[in-house]
């Protein structure tokens, strides 16, 4: 199957600081990306849809000011959480599809856990 | 809008059959996914189904009753690699996205 590759896998970032996570699909283009989010034995709840060249499309609830997605080219999608503060500590994961079709397959990436001392 | 309703957690043992029930409610139906997550780990695939009745995989097998908005995974000859948390998933229309259920956890005991 196609493959998602989504880096760092973990991290541990001060208060108040920004992180950078990236999400590449390594050998298809993605026109869509998708990013979840991921509390301690829940489910994944859907944070913003990325569509390359266009501005992502947040979910009702999520801050678009303060979790900036750009997807840059048909292959990398990156998701900026700013000024982050504990509570936006959890696992953030992206999901790729390599078609178009509504019984296309969804590819995740490893996950980046994420914690805000 | 959707929602996927599963059971919280179920247990098991080695060697057992284990059924993982997802009820739906969407506006607009494009078929329905399973996935598993083991803890840490990202969700892979594991089966759709866009019409009603079986498909089987291996071990794995998953129904679909469209009339009854509702659908199971089946796993049989369990092992103690397949504990983990099993999601059933549906795209909304033009599958811009994909909502995942409540998830199950799975716990497979010797």
């Known amino acids: 199957g196609a493959v998602v590759s989504q880096h760092p896998s973990w991290v541990i970032c001060k208060s108040g600081t920004s992180v950078k996570i990236e999400c590449r699909s390594l050998?298809?283009?993605?026109?869509?990306m998708f990013w979840y989010r991921q509390f301690p034995k829940q489910s994944l709840m859907l944070m913003a849809t990325?569509?390359?060249?266009?501005?992502?499309?947040?979910e009702q609830g999520v801050e678009k000011d303060k979790f900036l997605i750009n997807h840059a080219s048909l292959t990398l999608s990156t998701l900026t959480v700013t000024s982050a503060h504990p509570e936006d500590s959890s696992f953030y994961i992206c999901?790729?599809?390599?078609?178009?079709?509504?019984?296309?397959?969804?590819?995740f990436g490893q996950g980046t856990r994420l914690t805000v001392v | 809008g959707q929602s996927l309703e599963q059971p919280s957690e179920v247990t098991a043992v080695e060697g057992a059959i284990v059924q993982i029930n997802c009820t739906y409610q969407?506006?607009?139906?494009?078929?329905l996914s399973w996935y598993q997550q083991h803890d840490g780990g990202a969700p892979t695939f594991l089966s759709y189904?866009?019409?009603?009745g079986l498909e089987e995989t291996g071990r794995f097998s998953s129904f679909l009753s469209r009339s009854d908005s509702y659908g199971y995974l089946l796993l049989q000859e369990l092992q103690m690699k397949d504990s983990a948390s099993y999601f059933c998933?549906?795209?909304?229309?033009?599958?811009?996205?994909?909502?995942f259920g409540t998830g199950t956890r799975l716990l497979v005991s010797p």
């Open positions: 990325s569509n390359e060249g266009s501005k992502a499309t947040y």
């Open positions: 999901s790729a599809r390599e078609g178009s079709g509504v019984n296309t397959e969804a590819f």
């Open positions: 998933a549906v795209p909304n229309t033009g599958f811009q996205k994909l909502v």
């Open positions: 050998d298809f283009q993605a026109t869509t």
């Open positions: 969407t506006s607009g139906f494009y078929g």
């Open positions: 189904n866009a019409l009603d």
